[in-house]
């Protein structure tokens, strides 16, 4: 997804999860993640103030779900909320 110039990706297989930013990887978790989920954080690059970028990933009823998060407001969000 774009969000103010940056690509914001999230990538999923049964090794690993990624959160891309204008494609540099900026938190990575490795393995099957637990049904309850996992939180992946950066942020967006050239901004001088700290722009926290957050990728929340689960499972539910055997499929994937992602919401995504800039400053604290969902931007993305794979299933309704």
């Known amino acids: 997804m ?34 309850n989920g996992m939180t992946l954080v950066g942020r967006l690059p050239g901004t001088s103030e700290f722009i926290k970028v957050k990728a929340v990933v689960g499972a539910r009823f055997l499929k ?6 800039v400053d604290e407001k969902i931007v993305y969000s794979s299933t309704d909320i």
Do not use: M, P, R
């Open 2 to 35: 774009d969000h103010e110039g940056s690509t914001i990706v999230v990538t999923n297989s049964l090794s690993t999860c990624k959160l891309e930013i204008d494609n540099v990887i900026a938190d990575v978790c490795f393995g099957i993640f637990s049904i």
């Open 64 to 69: 994937y779900q992602c919401a995504i998060f």
